[in-house]
């Protein structure tokens, strides 16, 4: 069974940066694509970033784009988001989660990706 594990999420000052991981164990990683949502508390999931199998394509909601970078390390089968230029909105817990194939739609849904990781918390002080 697929186990996907966050990890670099914490507290930092509105303009800061994170950078979070998500390490995905065993052969599941290689071949489909990757993604990170975040929930903030009383609302619902949504789509942060995505990233192909392959990582030649990537995928942002606007408003992320141009201060978060997705990638993708398939020999450590591993996804990261770089956060940059955050902002007090950005609150919330972060989940990575693998998609169901290799490819996505450019706003894809929850639906489309069946596993998911714990999240981690990233809170943006203003």
């Known amino acids: 069974q697929v186990q996907l594990v966050e990890s670099g999420g914490g507290l930092v000052q509105a303009g800061g940066s994170l950078r979070l991981s998500c390490a995905v164990s065993?052969?599941?990683?290689?071949?489909?694509?990757m993604g990170w949502f975040r929930q903030a508390p009383g609302k619902e999931r949504e789509f942060v970033a995505a990233?192909?199998?392959?990582?030649?394509?990537?995928y942002y909601a606007d408003s992320v784009k141009g201060r978060f970078t997705i990638s993708r390390d398939n020999a450590k089968n591993t996804v990261y988001l770089q956060m940059n230029s955050l902002k007090f909105d950005d609150t919330a817990n972060y989940y990575c989660?693998?998609?169901?194939?290799?490819?996505?739609?450019?706003?894809?849904?929850?639906?489309?990706?069946?596993?998911w990781g714990q999240g981690t918390q990233v809170t943006v002080s203003s």
């Open positions: 989660a693998r998609a169901r194939g290799g490819s996505l739609r450019p706003v894809p849904s929850t639906l489309e990706f069946g596993s």
């Open positions: 990233i192909n199998w392959s990582g030649d394509s990537s």
């Open positions: 065993g052969r599941t990683f290689n071949g489909y694509a």
